[in-house]
């Protein structure tokens, strides 16, 4: 009688024959291995750090868009402000490193509030991986039209007239625009009085109505009111001249050195794989070489960083960060300037 182990060991046998030669086809290449699917494969959320209606989330819904259709996926713009732009920035930083969580941001979150929060809650070298640098954004030193002073060489002798008497407004304490205002004191020899607010829209409302004289406001928040001479701008914080307003001098005619021009850019999480960092930047360097993008972006006053052809490397966008960082721990230290 032939025992039942007998009677399987022909199909044992052909079962065994079956997985080595399956497994030699899959060691040699020869039996075909699903890929891994492109990325994107889904929406990316592009997080900005600010409220919506001021210059990054501006900048963002426009460059957003342009990315999503060069990457065959949607990009959502999502609003996480807080903490002068920490909540937000933490956000990405703590995100899954896959591609899909991006942080658009400007340099006064990423390069001065490390300086100014004790603990910010990220490193803004450390945690982060440069994508692309979008462009630079001048601040404008701007008056009521009802102010005296025509210029800012006018403004400065009245203030050294009076010191402490006049006062200036910003979107609140360690913003870019309180800073830009301290450095001018620093460096024009003045003592203008700081008057924090909760946002640039409400600084600007006050001093469109006159109860404070003067702010700093970047170009694309500010432009509708100079437009329609309800704010009159002194000058650009440039170190020259915007194109969409060629008229007003920079401050650096007048106080020579100064620069305090904000720059916005968009990274990933440190720890996204090599070949999905090198995806993001191509589709950012052929957004931004794209006329309408441009031309969109140019009206709204972001001059806008390399040319289509030749767009700022990731290693420049890194250097302009380490440099910035430094530049902006120094004005920290000397104003004063700390959130808790």
């Known amino acids: 009688m032939v025992n039942s182990f007998s009677r399987l060991q022909p199909r044992l046998s052909r079962r065994v024959l079956v997985a080595g030669s399956l497994a030699w086809l899959a060691c040699t290449g ?4 699903q890929a891994q699917p492109a990325y994107p494969v889904r929406p990316i959320v592009m997080i900005v750090p600010q409220a919506a209606g001021g210059t ?3 900048v963002g819904r426009v460059v957003g868009q342009k990315l999503g259709e060069m990457l065959g996926r949607p990009v959502v713009v999502e609003n996480r402000p807080g903490a002068g732009g920490n909540i937000g920035t933490q956000a990405v930083a703590k995100a899954p490193k896959d591609g ?4 658009m ?3 006064s979150s990423q390069a001065i509030n490390p300086a ?3 603990n910010p809650g990220f490193d803004p070298v450390k945690d982060f991986k440069p994508v692309s640098l979008i462009g630079a954004v001048p601040n404008v030193l701007l008056v009521n039209p009802a102010f005296p002073a025509k210029s800012v060489a006018e403004l400065l002798a009245m203030a ?3 010191p402490g008497f006049y006062q200036y407004a910003s979107a609140g304490n360690g913003t870019l625009n309180h800073l830009l205002g301290e450095m001018l004191n620093s460096m ?3 003592t203008l009085q700081h008057v924090p607010y909760k946002g640039v829209a409400p600084a600007i409302n006050d001093v469109l109505g006159g109860q404070l004289p003067m702010l700093f406001a970047s170009l694309p928040s500010a432009l509708s009111h100079i437009q329609a001479g309800k704010l009159r701008a002194l000058a650009v914080s440039g170190p020259a001249r915007s194109p969409v307003l060629p008229d007003v001098p920079a401050l650096a005619e007048t106080v020579p050195g100064y620069n305090g021009t904000l720059w916005i850019g968009l990274f990933a999480p440190a720890g996204v794989p090599p070949e999905v960092l090198s995806r993001l930047q191509d589709g950012m360097n052929q957004a931004l070489a794209a006329k309408d993008l441009r031309a969109t972006l140019e009206k709204q006053g972001v001059e806008l960083a390399g040319t289509p052809g030749q767009p ?4 420049q966008f890194a250097a302009l960060l380490d440099e910035d960082i430094g530049k902006w721990a120094r004005i920290v230290k000397s104003s004063g300037a700390a959130v808790d």
């Open 30 to 33: 020869a039996f075909p291995v």
């Open 312 to 315: 700022v490397g990731a290693a």
């Open 105 to 107: 941001t400007i340099s």
């Open 160 to 162: 050294k007239a009076r």
């Open 100 to 103: 899909y969580t991006l942080l």
């Open 56 to 58: 990054n989330d501006i």
């Open 116 to 118: 100014l929060y004790k």
């Open 188 to 190: 024009g020899g003045v």
